[in-house]
């Protein structure tokens, strides 16, 4: 009977594992709020959950641009940290890391879309760094003609990016505070419709990697967003 027992539960573990959700991502409590840093070895970030950009808009793997991604958060901000493998980066000629710069999304940059709207889907808000610690922020409305004209917003998120040639690899940070992205007090179990991108090079050889896959040529599709949920320290 023991043996019995145990076939069968081995035979169950296949569908315990393809169980698990793999559009939610949980954001650690930390103690305080922290300088940013870029290291994924340093005290705060070690202690992050970990999900990965690893999916092209049709949900097909790009192993060789798998991104990791962790989140924190305290009672006052949520912090991202993208790190990104890269092979070829395509750069806008004279950063200005001072202004928010429009039409960034024409570099690579590493992007964050967070929406606390669970009745209005098609408001939320966007955040982009590039490698060369360029920014913008949006307050996104998908029932307006041009919702990029939601830049003129400002959420006053910090950022701090770096290349690091040797590795092949670039770093970006993001601290958002909350009240820029909800009317809530920040605790546990509040939970946010997200999804997390980069993208790579430039003409025929782009790529754009994300968590969840939109199954469209635009990024704006919070239909096929995930949950972000704020939990407690490991």
């Known amino acids: 009977m023991k043996l019995q027992t145990l076939l069968a539960f081995c035979l169950t573990m296949p569908c315990i594992v393809s169980a698990q959700p793999k559009n939610i991502i949980e954001s650690a409590k930390a103690k305080s709020d922290v300088a940013l840093n870029l290291d994924p070895a340093s005290p705060f970030w070690r202690n992050a959950r970990v999900v990965y950009l690893s999916v092209d808009s049709n949900g097909q793997e790009l192993p060789a641009y798998r991104t990791e991604l962790r989140s924190r958060w305290t009672a006052d901000s949520i912090y991202f940290l993208f790190v990104c493998p890269f092979q070829h980066l ?12 429009y039409e960034l999304w024409n570099w690579n940059v590493a992007e964050a879309f967070i929406g606390s709207n669970f009745q209005d889907i098609s408001r939320y808000k966007e955040f982009e760094i590039s490698p060369q610690n360029e920014w913008i922020d949006l307050d996104i409305n998908l029932h307006a003609p041009h919702h990029e004209e939601g830049w003129k917003w400002n959420s006053g998120f910090e950022h701090l990016a770096r290349i690091d040639e040797a590795k092949h690899i670039w770093y970006a940070a993001m601290r958002v505070p909350f009240t820029s992205l909800d009317s809530r007090p920040a605790r546990v179990g509040n939970t946010f419709r997200v999804n997390f991108y980069r993208t790579e090079d430039s003409g025929t050889n782009a790529k754009e990697i994300m968590w969840q896959p939109v199954m469209s040529k635009t990024f704006h599709v919070p239909e096929h967003f995930g949950i972000l949920r704020l939990v407690e320290r490991k």
């Open 90 to 101: 395509s750069l806008k000629p004279a950063p200005d890391t001072a202004q928010e710069t």
